[in-house]
């Protein structure tokens, strides 16, 4: 069951163990695949205001601005749902679930296994992970409907790696009753389990108080803060969009910071893979805040720098020494302003909002905001700090009534991966956070469609010259305020 301990060191500091229950909308994994988003976008379109992007000339008319892509995501195989194999198949069921209407899914199922895989989607998004994960145990394990099955199979691993539940992941195919070919498709989330399990539990020690902390914006856009391991201090980019601590092998190897594995694992990068191995962080330091044991990914430096000769930036590029991702700032309620360079952490309250109107923050894989649209309707944007610009999933253009024109440039990322974009949607107004935010020269991605949950489009830190950016995760709440 899922522990949460809140106590005193002293009178000014709290502390909590990292299985927490973070009350954030939907408490699963980091799979950018599975959501049908990509691991990161990797492009720019516009910066904000008084910041310099990288730009990559493509030899044609237009000179665009990328931005460096990380990935930290382990994932699955997309599964393909089979009507052939379920005399229950609903397209109406399925569609619910890839927008995370959990009402819409319930009424649209008609069978017990549905409705049971139903009842786990609403207890994650209720905030209760150990219900979620006896919910989707006990629809992995039924035969009736393997469409259930494997994505019940899915959302259990994903919830597992979300929670640092090693063990219980490494283990998942050994308790499973599903084919080989159908239990597949967590593979790749197990051999994390393999990795991590054994080690020591993560722990976070705080202030009672709010922290503020200086907040570097980096020569291509992405907010920074300083961090202390061992005794050395490092810049770290604030990484809404990776799902986990990232270390680039020059900071493992200065720091001293020990492997949990000899094994190379791969995780996904924008349009490719890229090998990393696994460690543990004894002590990794923001300012007053320490947090112990953290599990981290660690990436060959070369692949951690973005070059370019463009203004702003060196010849030999942008260095990235490390990320610190969402399974640290999920924790707190966090405010930026990139305006006064400040960010400020501070303990959560529960606000009981959870389910309710006010909530427009969820996790499905990624931090997902709600965002709406005249014409067009509510859609589900990844919540992505480091990606410097707004971006568009090519498959809501025709919800939204908008054409697309082309648009030459190159999408560059980690791992020296990269490829062509082609399309941009020249204005579009967005609501979201409580305030409109008004966009042009939007790129387009894709379009990318869903293996199990949509997303819509990435929301990229660009809507911060909009006012400050709140990200509380604990109450599912994204907000822009001045």
């Known amino acids: 069951m899922c522990q949460t301990s809140v106590g005193t060191v002293g009178s000014e500091y709290w502390t909590r163990s990292y299985q927490m229950q973070t009350r954030a909308c939907a408490v699963v994994a980091l799979i950018g695949l599975l959501t049908g988003c990509l691991e990161s976008?990797?492009?720019?379109?516009?910066?904000?205001?008084?910041?310099?992007?990288?730009?990559?000339?493509?030899?044609?008319?237009?000179?665009?601005?990328?931005?460096?892509?990380?990935?930290v995501s382990p994932g699955p195989s997309v599964p393909v749902l089979d009507p052939s194999i379920s005399t229950f198949y609903s397209e109406e069921y399925w569609e619910a679930l890839a927008g995370l209407d959990v009402i819409a899914l319930r009424k649209a199922a008609r069978s017990d296994e549905e409705i049971g895989f139903a009842e786990g989607m609403v207890r994650l998004m209720g905030g209760d992970p150990a219900g979620a994960e006896n919910s989707f145990v006990a629809m992995s394990r039924q035969a009736i409907d393997l469409n259930v099955a494997a994505a019940a199979q899915i959302m259990l691993a994903t919830t597992l790696l979300y929670e640092h539940k090693w063990t219980a992941l490494r283990d998942l195919s050994a308790n499973s009753t599903l084919t080989p070919a159908n239990s597949g498709n967590t593979s790749e989330l197990e051999q994390w389990g393999h990795a991590f399990a054994g080690v020591d539990e993560q722990t976070t020690i705080a202030p009672d108080k709010p922290t503020s902390l200086s907040l570097a914006i980096t020569a291509i856009g992405t907010p920074a803060v300083q961090v202390r391991i061992n005794g050395k201090d490092y810049e770290f980019w604030l990484d809404t969009g990776s799902s986990m601590t990232v270390l680039s092998s020059t900071v493992v190897s200065e720091a001293g910071i020990p492997f949990v594995s000899a094994d190379t694992l791969r995780i996904r990068t924008f349009e490719g893979t890229a090998p990393v191995k696994a460690a543990i962080v004894r002590r990794l330091e923001i300012g007053p805040i320490a947090f112990t044991n953290s599990p981290a990914i660690v990436m060959d430096a070369a692949l951690?720098?973005?070059?370019?000769t463009s203004e702003g930036v060196t010849g030999r590029g942008v260095r990235v020494d490390g990320i610190i991702g969402w399974d640290i700032i999920r924790q707190f309620d966090v405010v930026m302003d990139y305006r006064t360079s400040t960010i400020t952490f501070k303990k959560p309250e529960h606000l009981g909002i959870i389910g309710t109107g006010f909530q427009n923050l969820t996790w499905a894989g990624k931090p997902l905001v709600q965002v709406r649209t005249n014409p067009g309707g509510t859609f589900q944007f990844s919540l992505d700090t480091g990606a410097q610009v707004t971006l568009l999933n090519g498959s809501i253009l025709d919800k939204l009534g908008r054409v697309a024109?082309?648009?030459?440039?190159?999408?560059?990322?980690?791992?020296?991966?990269?490829?062509?974009?082609?399309?941009?949607?020249?204005?579009?107004?967005?609501?979201?956070?409580?305030?409109?935010?008004?966009?042009?020269?939007?790129?387009?991605?894709?379009?990318?469609y869903s293996g199990l949950i949509n997303c819509d489009g990435i929301l990229g830190s660009?809507?911060?010259?909009?006012?400050?950016?709140?990200?509380d995760a604990t109450n599912g709440l994204f907000s822009l305020y001045e």
Do not use: C, W
């Not at 951690?304 to 370019?308: D, E, G, I, P, V």
């Not at 949607?425 to 409580?434: A, H």
């Not at 660009?462 to 990200?471: E, H, L, P, Q, T």
């Open 41 to 71: 976008a990797g492009v720019l379109s516009q910066a904000p205001k008084d910041v310099k992007p990288v730009v990559f000339d493509d030899g044609l008319e237009n000179v665009v601005p990328v931005r460096l892509q990380r990935s």
């Open 304 to 308: 951690m720098r973005l070059k370019s």
């Open 405 to 448: 024109t082309t648009y030459g440039g190159r999408v560059f990322g980690i791992a020296k991966t990269g490829g062509q974009t082609k399309l941009v949607v020249p204005n579009l107004t967005l609501n979201v956070g409580g305030n409109s935010v008004h966009l042009e020269s939007i790129l387009v991605y894709g379009p990318v």
């Open 462 to 471: 660009d809507v911060a010259r909009f006012g400050k950016i709140r990200i």
